[in-house]
């Protein structure tokens, strides 16, 4: 190995080695979001993304496996078509179920194939580098902010092409098509992972999202059961609830603005990923008129429009 060879390979290692003796702040203060907690995630930034580089290169053996065969056959197919050809974009459409005015299901994962991505997530839950868990929730050990955006985000590479993959070739060109008021309001990204346990985190309280969109993907493997931990959704209009239970590899996306709470778990765990889009500087299509959609070969396009560094929490 060459001296520059060398000398690279100690400062990343010495990352790894600094970021896991990094003194944390107290939960306390992780759930008062005191400024001293902030102020750690801010200081560690590129620490943290080295060791997270680090990390990575020492398990490819499961990061390997972080790629697009983890996407239910039938959806990769239909993407791939329409990203060829965008006027037959319908064979996408037809894979997605309406549950609720402004809410869709459909399969993203192959469930046979979920228990890859979580060997590599559980990995990075133990891997003893500071992951950034969502809101003030610091019980929570799987889950983890996931966005660049976001301090303390988990920034392994190839964690980040998968991320990129399922927002850019996924999840806009699908809410474009699904929700066509969503187009112009969708070019940053955001997403977190949670995890219900009993005695953890147990609930969300109704609420809407401050997204444009937000897919929830379930990613508990087969015969990984829970109980109770249903998400309600809402209808404003009829005032109805419509109560889901998603299985394994399922991802449910609706608009940001359709109200859903998350019901206590009582028995198991569950692990989710929720991922969000909205426009530049947080914002979201106003007002109920639906828009006319844009033109199909508009829409099955990645925005040139760079990231801005604005998170909702
Ligand atoms: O529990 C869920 O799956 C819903 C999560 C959610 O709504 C949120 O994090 O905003
Ligand atoms: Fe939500």
Do not use: C
Request: glycine share 6%.
């Amino acid at each position: 190995m060459s001296d520059i060879h060398n000398n690279l390979a100690v400062a990343n290692n010495s990352a790894l080695q600094q970021a896991r003796a990094l003194d944390l702040p107290s939960r306390n203060e992780m759930l008062q979001r005191a400024p001293a907690v902030e102020q750690f995630w801010y200081s560690n930034r590129l620490l943290l993304e080295r060791a997270w580089h680090q990390w990575d290169e020492q398990n490819t053996n499961l990061g390997q496996w972080v790629n697009e065969s983890l996407i239910s056959e039938p959806l990769r197919n239909a993407i791939a078509l329409a990203w060829e050809d965008p006027n037959k974009e319908q064979e996408v459409a037809n894979l997605w179920e309406e549950v609720l005015p402004g809410v869709y299901q459909a399969q993203l994962f192959d469930p046979a194939k979920l228990s890859l991505l979580r060997d590599y997530l559980s990995a990075a839950a133990d891997a003893k580098i500071p992951l950034r868990p969502p809101y003030g929730i610091a019980l929570n050990r799987n889950g983890g902010m996931l966005d660049k955006r976001s301090e303390g985000y988990l920034a392994a590479p190839s964690f980040q092409a998968f991320y990129k993959l399922i927002m850019d070739k996924y999840m806009r060109p699908i809410s474009r098509m699904l929700f066509p008021e969503s187009m112009g309001f969708d070019s940053q990204t955001f997403g977190f992972s949670i995890q219900y346990q009993d005695g953890m985190d147990t609930s969300l309280r109704p609420h809407t999202d401050a997204s444009t969109a937000t897919m929830n993907v379930n990613l508990n493997v087969p015969g990984e059961t829970f109980k109770g931990s249903e998400v309600d959704f809402f209808n404003p209009k009829t005032g109805k609830v419509t109560r889901t239970v998603f299985a394994p590899g399922v991802a449910v996306l609706h608009r940001g603005s359709v109200p859903h709470a998350a019901q206590p778990i009582t028995g198991g765990s569950r692990t989710n990923m929720v991922l969000w889009l909205y426009g530049e500087r947080m914002q979201i299509p106003r007002g109920t008129l639906p828009t006319r959609k844009a033109d199909a070969n508009v829409r099955w396009t990645i925005p040139t429009v760079e990231k801005d560094d604005i998170a909702p929490f």
